[in-house]
């Protein structure tokens, strides 16, 4: 079984009220999962065509997992919370398996 990854990079953060509020109820989605955050922010270098933002990579027991939790009520309620506060290119990525 291949894990999953949530990868998300923030182009842009327009209210940060909205981002920590939805940070609180994601993270509470991401722990009842099995999730866990390898990557939540911090220093980024970006190459190529990349851009220099927040980035957050969160990684799953599984594929499915990892779709199940980003597709669940309870993040996209999340979601909802975050609204308008941010400009994200988020996606759901299956790991290499062994």
């Given at each position: 079984?291949?894990?999953?990854?949530?990868?998300?990079?923030?182009?842009?953060?327009?209210?940060?009220n909205?981002?920590?509020?939805?940070?609180?109820?994601?993270?509470?989605?991401?722990?009842?999962?099995?999730?866990?955050?390898?990557?939540?922010?911090?220093?980024?270098?970006?190459?190529?065509?990349?851009?220099?933002?927040?980035?957050?990579?969160?990684?799953?027991?599984?594929?499915?997992?990892?779709?199940?939790?980003?597709?669940?009520?309870?993040?996209?309620?999340?979601?909802?919370?975050?609204?308008?506060?941010?400009?994200?290119?988020?996606?759901?990525?299956a790991?290499?398996?062994?």
């Amino acid at each position: 079984m291949t894990k999953g990854y949530w990868v998300a990079a923030y182009r842009a953060i327009h209210d940060a009220n909205k981002l920590a509020a939805y940070g609180v109820l994601a993270t509470a989605v991401v722990k009842a999962a099995g999730g866990k955050f390898l990557v939540r922010g911090g220093e980024v270098v970006a190459f190529e065509a990349g851009l220099k933002d927040r980035t957050v990579v969160v990684e799953f027991p599984s594929f499915e997992q990892a779709l199940a939790a980003y597709q669940s009520e309870a993040y996209q309620q999340a979601l909802a919370v975050l609204g308008d506060g941010a400009e994200r290119d988020a996606r759901v990525v299956a790991g290499v398996g062994d």
